[in-house]
């Protein structure tokens, strides 16, 4: 660890806190519907869209309609992305003259990208059109993000609301994600990443010749427009395979620095959001701590751990030993910003990667495999992230409740049985289809094991990693593994549906709930939740749920392989 590397870990995190009351001030603005200076370019295109839709703004829905309008909208989109996908050697911008995708692999692109996923089993610029690139996955880039966003919204007003079953509108709530949050922060990055020298045309692709004589291909094609959605909607999905490590995808240090703010400003936003629409900013700031607390202790635990490196393979100058972990690692990057990025791109769901987590030591693999086991809170996906730690809440506030023995209160709300069951409902499926679904692909030689490219625990975090990454909705991955086959294309596929729509339903139904209760005055036993000691307990709640739920499968994985390393074992 270098001065150099914690400062520019301190700045990053200087930055994102400045900006995240700003940006929970206009979030808050626009999905109460209050002006905001973008009004003179959006809302005349916002009626024209309720209009052309015939979408009534002013009719709100309960959580079951709003949750109906959702899965509908993301069904019509999954069947979409996936006919064209398998039809994109007919349609336009496709200089290239690539194939139709494979069934299976369109089906869990198509699920991926809708789940805000974006896991990629393939390579993007060998498999995908531009028009499948920018059409497809691009504009669900946009739209998962705002799905994500929606719901979000929905959980923070069943808090600040009483006594009503009026949730708002989904695709009013939509409509406003894309346009004045989505659309103009993904232009003016897309703007700067292009003064960057980041690529954005139609070309066809080129080719060269190397020094060594051999023929070599460079891939073209709009890359600035779909990089700044993918960062800013926690997406992830790389228009190149080598994703964010790629120079065309990611050329410089400040393009890496601004890719890492967008993926964090909207989830933080979010946190002053709550304190805001609730009347409580102590609250918003005190569960923002608790995710900083949580993403610092990572970023510096994988910092710390890559620093070290790999004790039987020493990085070396001159004969002299210097440390750290530099394989699978750009060198503009470096050890820092390579571990910052794998922290922040695990803890926001955003599964875009700048360095391969598969050549991480085991300690600094096992920041990011945990970080999306703790059920995708760290910040998380838009939106996600935030419905996700309310749930934690809830039981933070139900367990502090237990301790005083009085019935536990949320901001002036009793939380009984039916809130508690649907958040443990909630807790429960995450593990289950992670666990499950890793099990059987671990003791199946002929479709699970033989996709593996390293045996013993680093095989097992490859398999482990791939069901968490696709359960949680992160999308990163130990590329070690080759997922691009029937059995883990279908498994991924059904992972991320479950962690996307499995889980949302017990959210709604809680969020529902909390808006039906009654206001209640605080009293000498209601816990307050705008303190150090709520963010220390919703802390220890978030470790407790999550990592001690996957502590025995981790011990056998990249716990078990930091020890081999040490001890100087290899497979």
Known sequence: MTTSGIFQILLYLVVLTLLVKPMGVFMTKVYN?????????????????????????????????????????????????????????????????????????????????????????????????YFTQMAGLAIQNFKSAA????????????????????????????????????????????????????????KPYDTAQTVEGIQQTIAQGPVASQVAIKMLGTNGGGFFNANAAHPFENPTPFSNFIQMLLIFIIPGGFTYMLGRMTKSAGHGWAVYGAM??????????????ESKGNPLYPATVNQQVVGGNFEGKEVRFGVANSALFATITTDASCGAVNSMHDSFTPIGGLVPL??????????????????????????????????????????????????????????????????????????????????????????????????TSGTGNNGSAFAGLNANTLWYNTTLGVAMLVGRFFMIIPMLAIAGNLARKKQIPPSLGTFPVNTPLFAALLVSIVIIVGALTFFPVLSLSPILEHFQMMSGQTF
């Open 292 to 305: 900083i607390f949580l993403f610092l202790v990572g970023t510096f635990t994988a910092y710390w751990a």
């Open 370 to 467: 945990t970080n999306i086991m703790l059920g995708e809170v760290i910040f998380g996906g838009v939106g996600a992230g935030m419905y996700g730690m309310l749930v934690m809440i809830i039981l933070t506030v139900f367990i502090a409740g237990l301790m005083v023995g009085r019935t536990p209160e949320y901001l002036g709300k009793k939380i009984e049985a039916y809130d508690v069951q649907m958040a443990m409902l909630y807790a429960l499926i995450f593990p289950l289809i992670i666990l499950g679904l890793a099990a059987v692909s671990a003791i199946a030689p002929d479709f699970g094991l033989s996709s593996l490219n390293n045996q013993g625990a680093h095989g097992l975090s490859e398999i482990l990693y791939a069901f």
């Open 33 to 129: 519907g209050e002006k905001t200076f973008l009004d003179f370019i959006f809302k005349p295109i916002e009626r024209l869209i309720y209009k052309l839709c015939r979408i009534d703004a002013a009719q709100e829905m309960n959580w079951k309609q709003y949750g109906a309008a959702m899965l509908i909208f993301s069904l019509v989109s999954t069947i979409a992305l996936y006919f064209m996908q398998r039809w994109q050697f007919y349609l336009p911008l496709n200089p290239q003259g690539l194939s139709g995708v494979s069934a299976d692999s369109s089906f869990n692109t198509a699920v991926s990208f809708v789940t805000n996923t974006n896991w990629q089993g393939y390579g993007g610029e060998t498999t995908m059109s």
């Open 147 to 202: 799905v994500g966003m929606a719901l979000a919204v929905v959980f923070i007003r069943g808090i600040a609301r009483f006594e009503t079953d009026n949730l708002g509108n989904f695709w009013v709530d939509m409509t406003r994600s894309i346009l004045y949050i989505l659309v103009p922060l993904s232009f003016l990055a897309a703007i700067f990443f292009v003064s960057q020298g980041m690529i954005q045309n139609f």
